[in-house]
């Protein structure tokens, strides 16, 4: 019922920022959270970032506060993460996603339904 498609993105050398967007469509997403999780080679997948459905309340994991930003805009049915000061522990295919129950929020991969295609991010040095 629920479709996402990222985008955004690409190579940058450590230092440089980029700016993912993530388009949705199928219903409106304006009762649930929505999150970015990424997955380096080699890794598990992991909790990134999330926004609360009302857009009130963000989270994120202790290695990018400071320097990622998620965003939403209902109206568009769209999630964003600003990303800057990327380092190269940062490179990893990153994945928005949507939760299965509406009006609650969680850090686990294992409680989103809907996920994107993902998108790579390569951070060189």
């Known amino acids: 019922q629920v479709q996402l498609v990222e985008s955004g993105g690409g190579r940058v050398q450590a230092g440089a920022s980029l700016r993912l967007s993530c388009a949705a469509s199928?219903?409106?997403?304006?009762?649930?959270?929505m999150a970015w999780f990424r997955q380096a080679a080699g890794k598990e997948r992991e909790f990134v970032a999330l926004i609360s459905w009302t857009g009130t309340h963000t989270f994120y994991t202790d290695s990018v506060k400071g320097r990622f930003t998620i965003s939403r805009e209902n109206a568009k049915n769209t999630v964003s993460l600003q990303m800057n000061n990327l380092k190269p522990e940062d490179t990893a295919v990153y994945y928005c996603a949507v939760p299965a129950v509406p009006f609650r929020t969680s850090y686990s991969s294992d409680e989103y339904e809907y996920w994107g295609q993902g998108t790579q991010v390569t951070v060189s040095s």
């Open positions: 199928g219903r409106p997403l304006g009762s649930y959270a």
